[in-house]
């Protein structure tokens, strides 16, 4: 028996209500996007009839929680399972309250859009295992909705740059936006949505132009084409310039601050040419830099620079005028780089 379609891969206009009346369709995105709900069974609203058809015709939640990791800093990372057997992650993480005046409640989730990843940046754990798939919107929207409920934190910014590629995931990716920014489904501002992609230009162009004022993450990790060719395969088919140039009409249309994401790797990308490069790009284009020093991962060869490093590469930064943070370094007990919970539980699979 082919297993039934997941309800929230598609927008509310096009659930099969049968022959419920149409303001049904309203109390069942109430259930779902505001109260929600894990079953169809608990929407005891809508009439049993109606639950009973839906039932029978779709599937609501596509994920399986396996495991939370917690740390000393609170930052969570939430271990999914997918129907087909594979596995996805999340992490939920605290603000500095020391940025925000004091306060607390403030949590971003970082979110996965595909399983595993086809871009090899090789510093990360996605791709390590290979890609497997693109994750569709019920997969994109169930992180959010399930890390809600299990975290008890009402989640005020989402980062889409855990496991894999967003903008490689396009169509899945800008639907499940739609649900997350509509005052029927989730709610939550665009300017609250930040985007991150290592350097696929022309879908850049394509998120200029869609209407939404979401913002933009650039994964650059190397300020000349040599650094991003040892690091980014992806910088051979979309090169630094033509990035660059698909950053600048995205910033001409948004006219916001981009960020650019930039892992620190000792004896790679922490010299002080590469900082006076990067500090060019990013007054050039508006933009910040958000500093990272390398998380280590398992089977990889990259290692952190020292501190003194750390401390002399945003010093330059800030010299030429440039905003940049070095990134606390929060989840770090728990294997908080994207995709190495995924292969832990991979490879405890294959040993079993």
Request: with cysteine.
């Amino acid at each position: 028996m082919p297993p039934k379609p997941l309800l929230l891969d598609q927008l509310p206009q096009d659930w099969n209500l049968g022959a419920a009346p149409a303001y049904r369709r309203q109390q069942l995105t109430e259930w779902i996007f505001q109260k929600h709900a894990e079953n169809f069974s608990h929407m005891t609203s809508l009439p049993a009839s109606l639950r009973q058809h839906l039932a029978a015709n779709y599937e609501l939640n596509p994920l399986a929680h396996v495991r939370t990791q917690g740390s000393s800093d609170t930052t969570r990372k939430f271990l999914f399972q997918l129907a087909d057997g594979d596995y996805l992650e999340s992490v939920l993480i605290p603000a500095n309250p020391a940025l925000y005046g004091g306060r607390a409640d403030r949590f971003t989730l970082c979110v996965s859009s595909q399983v595993g990843c086809a871009y090899g940046c090789k510093f990360c754990a996605s791709g390590l295992n290979g890609f497997r798939r693109n994750l569709t919107t019920a997969e994109i929207l169930a992180q959010i909705m399930v890390v809600g409920r299990l975290g008890g934190e009402k989640i005020t910014n989402l980062v889409f740059m855990g496991m894999g590629e967003p903008l490689a995931n396009y169509q899945n990716l800008m639907t499940a936006i739609t649900v997350i920014n509509s005052d029927w489904g989730l709610n939550l501002g665009a300017r609250h949505i930040t985007v991150s992609t290592s350097g696929l230009a022309p879908r850049i162009r394509d998120l200029a132009d869609q209407p939404r004022q979401l913002r933009l993450a650039i994964s650059l990790h190397g300020a000349d084409d040599d650094t991003r060719d040892r690091l980014m395969p992806v910088n051979r088919k979309y090169p630094l310039a033509q990035l660059l140039d698909a950053c600048a009409y995205y910033q001409s249309r948004k006219n916001q601050m981009l960020t650019f994401e930039f892992i620190l790797i000792r004896d790679v990308n922490a010299s002080a040419a590469q900082a006076a490069l990067l500090a060019a790009h990013a007054k050039r284009l508006n933009a910040k830099i958000n500093l990272i020093p390398c998380n280590p991962v398992a089977g990889l060869p990259w290692q952190r620079p020292a501190d003194v490093d750390i401390k002399k590469f945003a010093g330059i930064l800030k010299t030429a005028g440039v905003p940049a943070t070095v990134r606390l370094e929060k989840g770090r007990d728990i294997d908080a780089a994207c995709g190495q919970l995924r292969l832990r539980e991979l490879e405890a699979k294959a040993e079993s």
